[in-house]
């Protein structure tokens, strides 16, 4: 079992009071439950079964990689793919401005928080043994938990080129952990045809 320090629960526990903050909420088992809170929380899960001796660098860089996300909606950015890609890089920003906020409240070093930033930021991706093993899990995530919700709103064509786009970021033993998710007979069979 990984010992953590007191400011590692501090900055988990910040981040989580950030999030609880999301107007979105989510029913599980009946209870409504901030959408940004649970996903920090499966991106944690997700991340100890793939990676079990992660360094708590990118443990805290995993709880925060959505943090306060609802605060710049997709609306606020033009239609199409130009658009889609500005939106994501100005949440990549707010995501590493804010954990860095809380970080260095609870005492961390200004070292260990710009490497969180780099981090979050998706910088060096797949040079950058962290920064992939990062994108994988939330690869990962994605799969096991919100893509059948997703494939149910877009055409088959759309799904299957998101899906292709998402194999293409991961890592060998990303690959291999996602062919692993519990998912439905459905999702297998897109996944089949997007990898064929």
């Given amino acids: 079992m990984i010992k953590h320090s007191n400011r590692f629960k501090e900055a ?17 088992d009946g209870q409504l439950i901030a959408k940004e809170v649970l996903y ?25 990689q959505h ?8 609306s606020d950015y ?10 994501r890089t100005k949440l990549k920003e707010l995501h590493a401005e804010k954990a860095a906020d809380v970080l260095a409240k609870v005492g961390y070093e200004q070292e260990l928080i710009d490497r969180v930033q780099f981090l979050v930021l998706k910088k060096q991706l797949k040079k950058d043994v962290e920064t992939q093993a990062l994108e994988d899990v939330i690869c990962l995530v994605f799969l096991e938990f919100y893509f059948e919700p997703f494939a149910a709103k877009h055409t088959e064509e759309k799904v299957i080129d998101i899906l292709r786009k998402t194999w293409r970021k991961m890592s060998e033993k990303g690959q291999a952990a996602a062919l692993k998710l519990p998912l439905s007979e459905d999702a297998l069979a897109l996944v089949s045809k997007a990898l064929n």
């Avoid at 920090?40 to 925060?64: G, H, K, N, V, Y």
């Fill in 67 to 74: 943090l306060c996300r609802w605060e710049i909606p997709r």
């Fill in 12 to 28: 988990i526990t910040a981040f989580d009071n950030l999030n609880e903050q999301d107007p979105n909420k989510e029913d599980v």
């Fill in 78 to 87: 033009p239609t199409g793919r130009k658009g889609y890609h500005l939106w």
């Fill in 40 to 64: 920090a929380q499966r991106m944690s899960s997700s991340l100890f079964a793939f990676l079990p001796d992660a360094s708590e660098t990118l443990q805290l860089a995993a709880r925060c």
